[in-house]
Protein backbone atom coordinates (compact mmCIF):
# COMPACT_ATOMS: atom_id res chain seq x y z
CA UNK A 1 0.00 0.00 0.00
CA UNK A 2 1.15 3.22 -0.96
CA UNK A 3 -0.16 6.39 1.31
CA UNK A 4 0.09 9.89 0.62
CA UNK A 5 1.29 12.93 3.09
CA UNK A 6 -0.57 16.04 3.31
CA UNK A 7 1.68 17.29 5.56
CA UNK A 8 4.80 17.36 3.15
CA UNK A 9 6.94 20.78 3.16
CA UNK A 10 8.81 21.58 -0.08
CA UNK A 11 12.46 21.22 -0.16
CA UNK A 12 14.96 24.14 -0.17
CA UNK A 13 18.05 23.45 -2.41
CA UNK A 14 21.29 25.30 -2.42
CA UNK A 15 23.81 24.48 -5.70
CA UNK A 16 27.22 24.98 -6.39
CA UNK A 17 28.74 23.68 -9.28
CA UNK A 18 32.38 24.67 -11.04
CA UNK A 19 32.85 23.02 -15.01
CA UNK A 20 35.66 22.96 -17.37
CA UNK A 21 34.72 22.33 -20.79
CA UNK A 22 37.03 22.06 -24.09
CA UNK A 23 35.92 21.72 -27.15
CA UNK A 24 39.12 20.16 -29.52
CA UNK A 25 37.13 20.76 -32.74
CA UNK A 26 32.99 21.40 -34.08
CA UNK A 27 31.76 17.83 -33.24
CA UNK A 28 34.19 16.99 -29.73
CA UNK A 29 33.56 18.11 -26.14
CA UNK A 30 34.98 17.17 -23.61
CA UNK A 31 33.92 18.77 -19.72
CA UNK A 32 34.40 18.25 -15.61
CA UNK A 33 31.54 19.36 -13.67
CA UNK A 34 31.89 19.61 -9.48
CA UNK A 35 29.17 20.20 -7.90
CA UNK A 36 27.83 20.12 -4.34
CA UNK A 37 23.83 20.35 -2.95
CA UNK A 38 22.35 20.89 0.25
CA UNK A 39 18.75 20.22 0.35
CA UNK A 40 16.67 21.52 3.53
CA UNK A 41 13.77 18.94 4.32
CA UNK A 42 14.64 16.33 1.20
CA UNK A 43 11.61 14.35 0.63
CA UNK A 44 12.33 11.02 0.95
CA UNK A 45 10.32 7.18 0.49
CA UNK A 46 9.51 4.82 3.72
CA UNK A 47 8.32 1.72 4.51
CA UNK A 48 7.23 0.95 7.32
CA UNK A 49 4.90 -1.93 9.15
CA UNK A 50 1.09 -1.93 8.62
CA UNK A 51 0.26 -5.35 10.53
CA UNK A 52 -0.49 -7.60 7.79
CA UNK A 53 1.69 -5.57 5.25
CA UNK A 54 4.33 -3.21 4.42
CA UNK A 55 2.84 0.05 3.72
CA UNK A 56 4.90 2.74 1.73
CA UNK A 57 4.92 6.30 2.68
CA UNK A 58 6.90 9.94 1.71
CA UNK A 59 7.86 12.40 4.66
CA UNK A 60 10.54 15.17 5.05
CA UNK A 61 13.97 14.29 6.53
CA UNK A 62 16.52 16.97 8.19
CA UNK A 63 18.57 17.73 5.63
CA UNK A 64 21.03 16.03 2.86
CA UNK A 65 24.00 16.94 1.45
CA UNK A 66 25.34 15.81 -2.12
CA UNK A 67 29.07 15.98 -3.81
CA UNK A 68 30.53 14.69 -6.76
CA UNK A 69 32.14 14.66 -10.21
CA UNK A 70 29.99 14.71 -13.49
CA UNK A 71 32.59 13.77 -16.77
CA UNK A 72 30.97 14.30 -20.15
CA UNK A 73 33.09 13.36 -23.76
CA UNK A 74 31.56 13.57 -27.39
CA UNK A 75 33.49 13.15 -30.56
CA UNK A 76 33.96 11.12 -33.38
CA UNK A 77 36.18 8.76 -34.83
CA UNK A 78 37.06 10.86 -37.88
CA UNK A 79 38.91 13.24 -35.04
CA UNK A 80 40.29 10.28 -33.33
CA UNK A 81 41.49 9.02 -36.07
CA UNK A 82 42.00 11.96 -38.72
CA UNK A 83 40.04 10.88 -41.47
CA UNK A 84 37.20 13.24 -42.64
CA UNK A 85 35.23 10.51 -43.52
CA UNK A 86 34.80 8.57 -40.53
CA UNK A 87 33.30 11.87 -38.95
CA UNK A 88 30.05 10.06 -39.14
CA UNK A 89 30.58 7.88 -36.33
CA UNK A 90 30.46 9.55 -33.04
CA UNK A 91 30.12 8.55 -29.61
CA UNK A 92 29.96 10.02 -26.20
CA UNK A 93 29.58 9.13 -22.69
CA UNK A 94 28.61 10.90 -19.28
CA UNK A 95 30.08 9.53 -15.89
CA UNK A 96 28.36 10.66 -12.89
CA UNK A 97 30.43 9.63 -9.50
CA UNK A 98 28.33 10.92 -5.85
CA UNK A 99 28.28 10.68 -2.28
CA UNK A 100 25.72 11.55 -0.41
CA UNK A 101 24.65 11.60 3.34
CA UNK A 102 21.20 12.63 5.04
CA UNK A 103 21.03 13.88 8.53
CA UNK A 104 18.32 13.25 11.18
CA UNK A 105 18.25 14.92 14.39
CA UNK A 106 16.87 13.31 17.33
CA UNK A 107 13.57 14.83 17.60
CA UNK A 108 12.90 13.19 13.89
CA UNK A 109 14.36 10.14 14.45
CA UNK A 110 11.77 10.20 17.69
CA UNK A 111 9.05 10.76 15.52
CA UNK A 112 9.93 8.76 12.53
CA UNK A 113 12.02 5.40 13.90
CA UNK A 114 13.82 5.29 11.07
CA UNK A 115 16.46 1.84 10.52
CA UNK A 116 19.77 3.94 9.94
CA UNK A 117 20.41 6.98 10.89
CA UNK A 118 23.57 7.55 8.82
CA UNK A 119 23.07 6.66 5.05
CA UNK A 120 22.98 7.74 1.58
CA UNK A 121 19.86 9.83 0.14
CA UNK A 122 16.93 8.21 -0.93
CA UNK A 123 17.36 7.79 -4.57
CA UNK A 124 21.05 8.46 -4.70
CA UNK A 125 23.55 6.09 -6.47
CA UNK A 126 26.86 6.56 -5.88
CA UNK A 127 27.56 5.68 -10.07
CA UNK A 128 25.95 6.82 -13.17
CA UNK A 129 26.76 5.82 -16.84
CA UNK A 130 25.54 6.88 -20.25
CA UNK A 131 26.79 5.87 -22.93
CA UNK A 132 26.07 5.98 -27.13
CA UNK A 133 27.56 5.16 -30.48
CA UNK A 134 25.67 6.59 -33.44
CA UNK A 135 26.38 6.17 -37.15
CA UNK A 136 24.87 8.51 -39.59
CA UNK A 137 24.51 7.20 -43.32
CA UNK A 138 23.04 9.64 -46.25
CA UNK A 139 20.83 7.11 -48.27
CA UNK A 140 19.86 9.62 -50.82
CA UNK A 141 19.15 13.44 -50.90
CA UNK A 142 15.50 12.44 -49.86
CA UNK A 143 16.62 10.13 -46.94
CA UNK A 144 18.73 10.61 -44.07
CA UNK A 145 19.33 7.87 -41.19
CA UNK A 146 20.78 7.96 -38.14
CA UNK A 147 21.46 4.39 -36.32
CA UNK A 148 22.06 4.71 -32.45
CA UNK A 149 23.10 2.48 -29.12
CA UNK A 150 22.24 3.61 -25.90
CA UNK A 151 23.14 1.96 -23.00
CA UNK A 152 22.88 3.44 -19.11
CA UNK A 153 23.69 1.49 -15.60
CA UNK A 154 23.49 2.75 -12.52
CA UNK A 155 24.66 1.56 -8.91
CA UNK A 156 23.25 0.49 -6.20
CA UNK A 157 20.79 2.68 -4.92
CA UNK A 158 18.23 2.99 -1.90
CA UNK A 159 14.62 2.62 -3.13
CA UNK A 160 12.56 3.10 0.30
CA UNK A 161 14.01 4.23 3.78
CA UNK A 162 13.64 1.35 6.34
CA UNK A 163 11.95 1.79 9.45
CA UNK A 164 9.53 0.61 11.94
CA UNK A 165 7.50 0.48 15.74
CA UNK A 166 8.29 -1.87 18.40
CA UNK A 167 9.41 -5.36 17.55
CA UNK A 168 9.00 -4.80 13.95
CA UNK A 169 11.73 -2.83 12.22
CA UNK A 170 12.76 -3.22 8.35
CA UNK A 171 16.00 -2.37 6.91
CA UNK A 172 16.44 -0.15 3.90
CA UNK A 173 16.03 -1.11 0.23
CA UNK A 174 17.68 -1.29 -2.23
CA UNK A 175 17.04 -0.89 -6.38
CA UNK A 176 19.73 -3.15 -7.85
CA UNK A 177 21.69 -1.91 -10.92
CA UNK A 178 19.76 -2.50 -13.98
CA UNK A 179 21.58 -2.52 -17.04
CA UNK A 180 19.80 -1.13 -20.24
CA UNK A 181 20.65 -1.48 -24.05
CA UNK A 182 18.68 0.28 -27.11
CA UNK A 183 18.73 0.18 -30.27
CA UNK A 184 17.44 3.44 -31.97
CA UNK A 185 16.75 3.91 -36.21
CA UNK A 186 15.78 7.09 -36.99
CA UNK A 187 14.99 8.80 -40.63
CA UNK A 188 14.53 11.67 -42.06
CA UNK A 189 12.46 11.52 -45.20
CA UNK A 190 11.72 14.64 -47.76
CA UNK A 191 11.50 18.34 -45.98
CA UNK A 192 9.46 16.98 -43.27
CA UNK A 193 8.49 13.90 -42.61
CA UNK A 194 10.57 11.97 -39.46
CA UNK A 195 10.23 8.09 -38.66
CA UNK A 196 12.25 6.42 -36.27
CA UNK A 197 12.18 2.71 -34.53
CA UNK A 198 13.20 1.87 -31.35
CA UNK A 199 14.26 -1.41 -29.34
CA UNK A 200 14.41 -1.26 -25.89
CA UNK A 201 16.15 -3.27 -23.20
CA UNK A 202 17.82 -5.10 -25.53
CA UNK A 203 19.68 -7.33 -22.98
CA UNK A 204 16.54 -8.11 -21.08
CA UNK A 205 17.80 -7.32 -17.59
CA UNK A 206 15.67 -8.29 -14.09
CA UNK A 207 14.43 -5.08 -12.50
CA UNK A 208 15.02 -6.10 -8.88
CA UNK A 209 14.92 -4.66 -5.78
CA UNK A 210 15.95 -6.20 -2.49
CA UNK A 211 16.05 -5.51 1.47
CA UNK A 212 18.94 -6.53 3.81
CA UNK A 213 18.16 -9.53 5.69
CA UNK A 214 18.48 -8.78 9.54
CA UNK A 215 17.06 -12.13 10.98
CA UNK A 216 19.79 -13.51 13.32
CA UNK A 217 21.83 -15.94 11.95
CA UNK A 218 20.87 -15.34 8.27
CA UNK A 219 22.88 -13.65 6.02
CA UNK A 220 22.30 -12.20 2.49
CA UNK A 221 19.33 -10.27 0.80
CA UNK A 222 15.96 -10.93 0.76
CA UNK A 223 14.58 -10.36 -2.73
CA UNK A 224 10.77 -7.99 -2.27
CA UNK A 225 10.48 -7.09 -5.89
CA UNK A 226 12.17 -8.79 -8.15
CA UNK A 227 11.09 -9.30 -12.41
CA UNK A 228 11.60 -8.97 -15.76
CA UNK A 229 10.46 -6.26 -17.83
CA UNK A 230 11.17 -7.33 -21.01
CA UNK A 231 11.88 -5.90 -24.55
CA UNK A 232 9.80 -3.45 -25.76
CA UNK A 233 9.61 -2.36 -29.82
CA UNK A 234 8.06 1.42 -30.52
CA UNK A 235 7.47 3.29 -33.75
CA UNK A 236 6.88 6.91 -34.49
CA UNK A 237 6.47 9.22 -36.70
CA UNK A 238 6.46 12.86 -37.52
CA UNK A 239 5.59 15.47 -39.78
CA UNK A 240 6.94 19.03 -39.35
CA UNK A 241 5.19 21.49 -41.89
Known amino acids: MILGNTDLENSDNLNIDLKYEIFPDNNSLFSVNLFSKVIDNPIERLIADSGSFIRTVFDNTDQATLFGAEFELQSTLGFLLQKEELNNISFGANVTLMNSE ?40 KLKSKFTLLFNTFSERISSVGSGTGSVQYQDEFEQPFNNLSFIWANKIGSGLEASFKVNNLLDDTYERTIVNSNPGQDGNLSRVSYKIGTSLSLSCSYKF
Open 102 to 141: VSISDELQQELNLTNTSRRLQGASDFLLNADVNYDVTFSP
